[in-house]
C-alpha cells in the first residue's frame, strides 16, 4: 500500500483532488464521479471506507487472494485491493470506463516501479467461465442493474472455489425515500437493453434495487451459505458533521430497514 494513503476514501480523494490522468481519461473519470467532484465530505468518506471493509478484512486474511470485482467501472476498488496485495480481475460492460480504469493502474505502476495485479476485462458477469477458482467476489452498486436477475446467484456461486466468499454493496429497497428518489429520476421503467462494444445486446437493470432479506433469500436458494447483512448509513445526499454518526449508528442498529445501504456477505460450502 502506498503509505500517502492510508485509507481508500483518501485514495479517492487524491484522483478527485488531483487527478493526473488527461484527455478522454479524465474527462470519462470525472463523469463517473461527478456526485463525489461536487461533494467528497468527511461524512461522505466516512462511509466509502467503511463499505469495502470486509473486502479488505478478508485479503489482509488471505494473502495473495483471487479475487473478481463484478461491475468495477473506473477501477478504484480494483486498484485499492491489488495494492493490499489481492490478485484481482475486475469485469465491466462499459469499455470506456475500462480504459481509464487501466490508464490509472499504468500510472500507479509506472509512480511505484512495479506491475500492479489486476486485469481489467471488459466482460458480462454471464460470459465468465464458471471455474470456481476466486477465493473474493466484491459488487458494489452492480447487483441491481446486472440481468437477468434470476441467473446471477447461481453464477456467483459457480465461480468461487469451496469456501470462497462473496460481499455485495447495494441500496436498500425498503427505504422509501430512496425509492421516490428512483422512480422521479427513471421513471417505472426498472429494465433496458445495452449495446455493448461488440454488438451484443445484453439485458440491464435501471436501478432495480432489492431489499437485504430477498438478497439473502437468493443467495441461500443458490446454495450460500453463512450470510450476514450489515446496514448503514442514513443521509447518501447529505454531509451532517461528524458528531452525527455515532447517532446514525445508533438508529441503524435500532432500525435497520431505514439504512439507505447494506452490505451482504456470504460463503460458498467446503
Given at each position: 500500500?502506498?503509505p500517502?494513503?492510508?485509507t481508500?476514501a483518501?485514495?479517492?480523494?487524491?484522483?478527485?483532488?488531483?487527478n493526473?490522468?488527461?484527455?478522454?481519461?479524465?474527462?470519462?473519470?470525472?463523469?463517473?464521479?461527478?456526485?463525489?467532484?461536487?461533494?467528497?465530505?468527511?461524512?461522505?468518506?466516512?462511509?466509502?471506507?467503511a463499505?469495502?471493509?470486509e473486502?479488505?478484512?478478508?485479503?489482509?486474511?488471505?494473502?495473495?487472494?483471487?479475487?473478481?470485482?463484478?461491475?468495477?467501472?473506473?477501477?478504484?476498488?480494483?486498484?485499492?485491493?491489488?495494492?493490499?496485495?489481492?490478485?484481482?480481475?475486475?469485469?465491466?460492460?462499459e469499455?470506456?470506463?475500462?480504459?481509464?480504469?487501466?490508464?490509472?493502474?499504468d500510472?500507479?505502476?509506472?509512480?511505484r516501479?512495479?506491475?500492479?495485479?489486476?486485469e481489467?476485462?471488459?466482460?458480462?458477469?454471464?460470459?465468465?467461465?464458471?471455474?470456481?477458482?476466486?477465493d473474493l467476489?466484491?459488487?458494489?452498486?452492480?447487483?441491481?442493474?446486472?440481468?437477468?436477475?434470476?441467473?446471477?446467484?447461481?453464477?456467483?456461486f459457480?465461480?468461487?472455489?469451496?469456501?470462497?466468499?462473496?460481499?455485495?454493496?447495494?441500496?436498500?429497497?425498503?427505504?422509501?425515500?430512496?425509492?421516490?428518489?428512483?422512480?422521479?429520476?427513471?421513471?417505472?421503467?426498472?429494465?433496458?437493453?445495452?449495446?455493448?462494444?461488440?454488438?451484443?445486446?445484453?439485458?440491464?437493470?435501471?436501478?432495480?434495487?432489492?431489499?437485504?432479506g430477498?438478497?439473502?433469500?437468493g443467495?441461500?436458494?443458490?446454495?450460500?451459505?453463512?450470510?450476514?447483512?450489515?446496514?448503514?448509513?442514513?443521509?447518501?445526499?447529505?454531509?451532517?458533521?461528524?458528531?452525527?454518526l455515532?447517532?446514525?449508528?445508533?438508529?441503524?442498529?435500532?432500525?435497520?430497514?431505514?439504512?439507505?445501504?447494506?452490505?451482504?456477505?456470504?460463503?460458498?460450502p467446503?
Amino acid at each position: 500500500m502506498l503509505p500517502e494513503w492510508p485509507t481508500i476514501a483518501a485514495f479517492l480523494r487524491f484522483w478527485l483532488e488531483e487527478n493526473p490522468l488527461t484527455g478522454r481519461d479524465r474527462e470519462v473519470f470525472d463523469r463517473y464521479y461527478r456526485n463525489y467532484r461536487r461533494s467528497f465530505s468527511p461524512y461522505m468518506q466516512h462511509h466509502f471506507a467503511a463499505q469495502s471493509r470486509e473486502v479488505i478484512e478478508l485479503i489482509r486474511a488471505q494473502p495473495s487472494a483471487r479475487l473478481l470485482e463484478v461491475g468495477a467501472g473506473c477501477g478504484t476498488e480494483a486498484l485499492w485491493f491489488a495494492l493490499h496485495g489481492a490478485r484481482v480481475t475486475a469485469i465491466d460492460i462499459e469499455g470506456t470506463r475500462l480504459a481509464t480504469a487501466r490508464a490509472r493502474r499504468d500510472w500507479l505502476a509506472a509512480r511505484r516501479g512495479q506491475p500492479i495485479d489486476v486485469e481489467f476485462v471488459e466482460a458480462s458477469l454471464f460470459d465468465l467461465e464458471p471455474a470456481g477458482t476466486f477465493d473474493l467476489v466484491w459488487m458494489e452498486q452492480t447487483f441491481h442493474h446486472v440481468e437477468p436477475r434470476e441467473d446471477v446467484y447461481g453464477a456467483l456461486f459457480a465461480l468461487l472455489r469451496p469456501g470462497g466468499t462473496l460481499v455485495i454493496s447495494e441500496v436498500n429497497a425498503w427505504n422509501l425515500a430512496l425509492q421516490l428518489q428512483l422512480l422521479l429520476r427513471r421513471g417505472w421503467r426498472t429494465r433496458r437493453t445495452f449495446v455493448d462494444a461488440r454488438g451484443r445486446r445484453l439485458p440491464y437493470g435501471v436501478e432495480r434495487i432489492t431489499t437485504p432479506g430477498a438478497l439473502r433469500r437468493g443467495l441461500e436458494a443458490a446454495g450460500f451459505r453463512g450470510t450476514s447483512i450489515r446496514p448503514f448509513r442514513l443521509l447518501p445526499n447529505s454531509s451532517p458533521p461528524a458528531a452525527w454518526l455515532p447517532v446514525e449508528r445508533a438508529i441503524v442498529d435500532a432500525l435497520p430497514l431505514l439504512s439507505t445501504h447494506f452490505n451482504v456477505v456470504s460463503n460458498r460450502p467446503r
